[in-house]
């Protein structure tokens, strides 16, 4: 429609919670029963114990909280999505004192002398890095600190930011598909499946193989075109205005050698990464902890510049403020799962699931718990959460169906992962976009065909699990 505008992603996420809102209304609600299982530390629901329960319709009142509660429980004080929206701010902090320096455009500059010509490589090897961050611990809200240093690298290969982004957010959603040792998917849902993490182990190797595969090819065929006319871009309209928000008027510096301090400040920008990434997979840090080292590796290197005091001080508010917007939009993606929570929605959908499900032949019952897994997905963005709200439920139920459990854990996470490419209520989605200043229609577009393609494989490397 001539002079339609897609809306933001701000309006987009608070139309959301208005819908989840206007179903507590009408949908009629219930509950499990839940027990505490001591392996996971948390409450699961007890297979064929839904009732239903007196409804709790969100008004407009809870609408408006929604954005607040996303944040923080306000009546509890509990923590909601504040951790990571203050993780956000201080990773921009971080980034504004570096960028000031002037290394990280140096360093962009060497890492295009050492792939001239060859470009495109980097798109394989750095997908296959965060696929391993997404298989192995489930990269996911750390990932957000990568955009910053990968956008402008992207750019400067004769990309766009499509590209940067899809390297990243389809690198560690496939590897979070494929999840092999990943505590927060595969391991929680195994436990709640009670059945050992390694069943089913070579299925999700063939799946994460496949999958990152079929990913590398079709970022690098858009890559490749968007490389030899930018016409192909999806975001061509604003390439020039990315170019000048992401490069500035940076110089190129292939001739000047580097100086002391911006190699320091690389060989610290370096360990700041590695010890955050050592801290996630290794040390259980969670956001506290690696917000608190970037605000250690800001004052680190402005000590190493020598920069004055008010200078730190307005680089990294300067940092922290380009992402501001990015750290709101956190916190209203999760508002939509506070009032899905208070209004029964998730466990009134799994019910529905429950039934759907019974007495369906192994092929069919797989396949189904796939696109019940997809569904569950949208309402439940988190892995670890979805996995011990499905998981006490539909894996006894393969037991019916001749389906093993291990199946229906691999189910459950090729399902979460793909939904999370795109899923507008899992805040790394949103996030990401919002720091590549991708719309999210623009994204839409962009991964439409993949997830076509990865669903007809996942759905068939499922068949062929049951068969075999």
Known sequence: MKGFRFPTAFTILFALIALMAALTWVVPVGQYERVMNEELGREVPVPGSFEAVESNPQGLADIALAPINGFYNSDSYEAGAIDVALFVLMLGGFLGVVNATGSIDHAIQRIMDVFAGREQWLIPILMALFAAGGTIYGMAEESLAFYAILIPIMLRAGYDTVTAVAVI????AIGTLGSTINPFATVIASDAAGIAFTEGMGLRFLILGGGWLICVIYVMRYAARVRADINHSLVKDKHEENKQHFLGSSEDRHSQEMTLKEDLTLVIFAAVFAIMIWGVAVAGWWMAKMAALFIVGAIVVGLVNRMKEQDLVDNFIDGARDLLGVALIIGLARGIVVIMEAGHLSD??????????????????????????????????????????????????????????????????????LVNMINPTFAVVMGGLAIGRVPYETWLKFTWPLLLILTIFIMAVLSLGTML
Do not use: K
């Open 348 to 417: 009134t959908a799994l019910a529905w699931s429950e039934d759907i499900v019974s007495g369906l032949s192994p092929v069919v019952f797989i396949n189904v718990v796939y696109w019940i897994e997809v569904a569950l997905s949208f309402l439940v963005p988190s892995s670890s959460g979805l996995a011990v709200l499905s998981m006490p439920i539909m894996a006894p139920m393969g037991d019916f169906a001749g389906v093993s459990r291990d199946l229906v854990v691999t189910a459950f996470q090729s399902a979460s992962g």
């Open 169 to 172: 957010m389809l690198g560690c």
